[in-house]
């Protein structure tokens, strides 16, 4: 009886209604306006402490703009692995309290007695996170190209210009894998604190344990690094999978590959030697560089998608009593 | 004034794993009525709730609310119906009018609509002053009122209220009731859940009584006390000397004798016995008075658990 069930009415009804309040909550509560700043003042310091870098150092390279983006000067760390960072840290506490914050104020009930579906209030509000999300980043990234601008004293070129989109794309959809994790917690766990943790502690495992655990895993896989014959091909292989495990890994893959246009492959490469001098010495062009992250950006989006399907799933099942 | 049949439930069931919460509950209200769903906590009025507003599935059974089915069209009848959760919550950072507007717009109100409604609303329950202050100023009858004017402003068929005189001082809460009537005169079938029996009592047309998990009875006050307490009348006899309580039970139509303390004792009997009583105690107490007593819902109440209880033990 129930497969044959079909609800009646959109399950978007309400949805705009949805994103249009928890957007204008997120862009006016303290919270946000304490993490841009946060946000804002590293990234540019980053980037003005790059931009002086340049201009003292190099006189002409081809891609300046976005040398801008991945030069790191002590001690400060570059733009693109502050961003890498703290975007995480910004997607955690848009979402955290989404849920279970409507379940402790009581409201939960009185929104949900409104002909809406369950679908239109969570994916409601994972949009309006992410919009929120891209609204700080685009103004920052604006910002950031601005100052070049200004402090370099010469526009970006095309390339350049749509290599960033691509970063800013790449960014927001990292951003949305926080988002959905901490979306999902927001869900699982009744106390707000407790879901904030267990994201925040998602969030140290995979940006400051990941490094440490991902040998310790392979070898107990593939055995030592160093086999008899040189260095373990399949240590290598195993490493790289349990790595590409962690979004930080794609996120910083894709960076590369977008922002470092010279990137001709992620991970080890195997060829011969005539093969390698058979390779022509220059950067990549753009179309390539997006051939080569595809996967990865795939893989963001993915695991966004599947994150939120479980959150979705968990959402439907839940009863709405206290 | 009750017209249509609004809400209908038939065999109505919800099981969390081996626990029945509502076992084969059947209830049915018709429009411009009020109905009191009385229980001890845990024995299913809020899932039943939930259940006839398309909040939770049913595990069986089957549901009719405002003409529609709250499993298959639970958007329709959400339209429909306006809910008053007893605990209820607002968003405390926003003002009393931004969150009324946004369940209106989430409701699919115009906003022309919104305005009008939420004026006339707010005036009703008595907040037209404070309408723009942010909920965090509101003391919890505050919030009461307000939730009643959020469905107020939805004009539903159906008002679902549930526990909703908790926190009200007793001026408010007569306030809060003559708004329920007021509901009713609209022709809005109300569900009302309480504790307060004497509450359920002055405003409720007939009553439902939930007892783990089943509808244990339904009917209007007169007829529930008929069924508990044997018969429908009550009276209170009060005199001096004699063993009264014996003299009370011999009396033919006496179903049950108990004493209230001091003199007074209490009778329930088939019929208005108050001539008989007199004739037959005249001669041999000291009789200082016989009353008439209305047959009061907490009387109900109480009896009926107690046999529950001795039931089981």
């Known amino acids: 009886m129930r497969s044959l069930r079909r609800r009646g009415g959109s399950p978007w009804t309400g949805l705009g209604t949805v994103v249009a309040k928890e957007t204008a909550d997120h862009l006016s509560s303290a919270r946000m306006r304490i993490l841009e700043a946060l946000l804002f003042l590293t990234a540019i310091a980053a980037a003005y402490a790059a931009i002086r870098q340049i201009r003292a150092t190099i006189g002409e390279s081809p891609f300046l703009f976005l040398r801008l983006l991945t030069m790191a000067q002590d001690p400060l760390p570059s733009f693109i692995s502050l961003l890498g960072f703290l975007i995480p840290l910004v997607a955690i506490a848009l979402a955290f309290d989404a849920v279970n914050g409507e379940f402790n104020r009581r409201t939960l009930s009185r929104v949900l007695a409104q002909p809406i579906y369950r679908d239109a209030l969570l994916l409601g509000k994972f949009l309006a996170g992410l919009l929120s999300l891209t609204i700080g980043l685009l103004s920052l990234w604006l910002l950031v190209i601005g100052l070049g601008l200004l402090l370099l004293g010469l ?13 800013l794309v790449a960014t927001i959809a990292y951003g949305g894998v926080w988002l959905a ?8 766990f009744r106390a707000p604190a407790t879901a904030a943790l267990a994201a925040l502690g ?3 495992m995979f940006s400051l344990f990941w490094s440490v655990i991902t040998p310790i895993v392979t070898s107990l896989i593939a055995g030592p690094a160093e086999g008899v014959l040189g260095p373990n091909l399949r240590f290598l292989q195993v490493q790289q999978i349990i790595d590409r495990l962690s979004p930080n890994t794609l996120y910083a893959e894709t960076t590369l590959a977008l922002l470092n246009p010279s990137t001709r492959a992620l991970g080890p490469v195997l060829v011969t030697l005539s093969e390698a001098r058979s390779m022509v010495p220059a950067p990549l062009p753009v179309t390539q560089s997006f051939v080569l992250i595809w996967p990865q950006l795939t893989g963001l989006v993915a695991t966004t998608i599947l994150i939120f399907a479980i959150a979705y799933i968990l959402f439907q099942r839940q009863e709405i009593r206290a | 004034m009750p017209g249509d049949t609004v809400i209908r439930a038939e065999a109505l069931t919800k099981r969390y794993g081996s626990k029945l919460a509502v076992d084969h509950v059947d209830l049915e209200v018709a429009a411009g009525e009020i109905v009191g769903i009385l229980g001890p906590n845990g024995s299913g009025k809020t899932t039943t709730i939930l259940m006839l507003l398309g909040l ?8 009719m609310v405002a003409g529609f089915d709250p499993l298959r069209d639970p958007l329709e009848v959400k339209r429909r119906v306006g809910y008053l959760p007893d605990q209820i919550g607002f968003y405390e950072n926003m003002s009393a009018r931004d969150n009324l507007a946004y369940t209106a717009r989430l409701a699919g109100l115009t906003r022309r609509e919104i305005d009008e409604r939420f004026t006339a609303a707010l005036d009703r329950v008595g907040l037209s002053e404070v309408g ?5 100023t509101y003391s919890q009858g505050m919030r009461q009122r307000l939730g009643l004017a959020e469905v107020l402003m939805k004009r539903p068929s159906v ?4 526990e909703p005189t908790t926190a009200l001082d007793p001026h408010s809460t007569a306030e809060f ?18 504790h307060h029996l004497d509450q359920v009592q002055s405003v409720c047309d007939r009553v439902a009584l939930f007892h783990n998990g089943r509808l244990a009875l339904s009917g209007t006050v007169t007829e529930l006390a008929a069924e508990v307490l044997g018969g429908g009348h009550v009276i209170d006899v009060e005199a001096h000397g004699g063993d009264l309580p014996k003299l009370l039970a011999a009396i033919p139509g006496v179903v049950r004798v108990q004493a209230l303390g001091g003199d007074r004792y209490r009778v329930d009997c088939q019929s208005d016995l108050r001539g008989d009583i007199a004739r037959r105690l005249a001669p041999k107490v000291d009789l200082v008075g016989i009353y008439f007593a209305a047959p009061s819902l907490n009387e109900v109440y109480a009896r ?10």
């Open chain 2, 304 to 313: 009926y658990f107690a046999e529950a209880r001795d039931a089981v033990a």
């Open chain 1, 155 to 167: 526009p970006p070129s095309s390339e350049e210009m749509v290599r960033m989109l691509g970063f």
């Open chain 2, 177 to 194: 009731l003559d708004m329920i009537r007021g509901l009713k005169a609209e022709g809005t079938a109300v569900l009302l859940s309480s």
């Open chain 1, 202 to 204: 998602t969030w140290l």
């Open chain 2, 132 to 136: 723009d202050s942010r909920v965090t």
């Open chain 1, 181 to 188: 994790l901490a979306l999902l917690f927001s869900v699982l």
């Open chain 2, 56 to 63: 939770t599935e049913p595990t069986s059974g089957r549901a």
């Open chain 2, 159 to 162: 008002a679902v209220l549930d």
